[in-house]
């Protein structure tokens, strides 16, 4: 990857991550929790983006769509497993980022009732190409089954096995007791 592609995918990652907190910030101030409300706030914070010049309208658009297939994702594991957010990330809450885990827990928190209304569109949302933009977690390769663990927010690449570009998000397994 040449330094001007790694400066639009870092430019991406960290947009990624200002939306999430525009969308988290919104969270705090609003009074209803609807899904048409957790959308209005994720169009503002993309619109917000392109008004400060962070991003062109089409990445705009784009780091957009991977803030909602996570949030889809997320309600759907959620809701699904009965889980939490800790679970749906599959990683030891040390290794996160502190930002972006509370970004995230705030937002399953705050938002749950508009995150569940996700659920059945994340079912049909839930594949992971290469070139986007994906929240921490565990993708897997839907070719080969090789895991891809992302410690923080990053850009997803061909599969290091066997080149495929498209993953399923993996569930944590369940703690033992």
């Not at 009732?113 to 921490?136: D, H, M, N």
Request: proline share 4%.
């Amino acid at each position: 990857m040449s330094d001007k592609q790694r400066d639009a995918v870092d430019r991406m990652v960290d947009a990624y991550e200002a939306m999430l907190a525009r969308v988290h910030e919104a969270a705090d101030t609003a009074e209803k929790k609807t899904v048409p409300w957790l959308r209005e706030a994720l169009s503002s914070a993309r619109d917000k983006a392109v008004e400060l010049e962070e991003l062109t309208r089409e990445e705009a658009e784009k780091v957009s769509n991977y803030v909602e297939r996570d949030l889809h994702e997320a309600a759907s594991f959620i809701a699904d497993t009965g889980q939490g957010l800790r679970d749906w990330l599959r990683f030891d809450w040390q290794l996160m980022q502190s930002r972006m885990l509370d970004m995230f827990a705030g937002m399953a928190d705050q938002t749950s009732a508009a995150l569940k209304g996700f659920a059945e569109q994340a079912r049909q949302a839930s594949v992971y190409r290469t070139g986007e933009i994906t929240a921490p977690g565990v993708l897997q390769c839907t070719q080969c089954g090789e895991q891809l663990h992302f410690e923080k927010t990053g850009h997803i690449p061909p599969c290091p096995k066997c080149k495929a570009t498209t993953f399923q998000r993996q569930p944590a397994e369940p703690e033992s007791s």
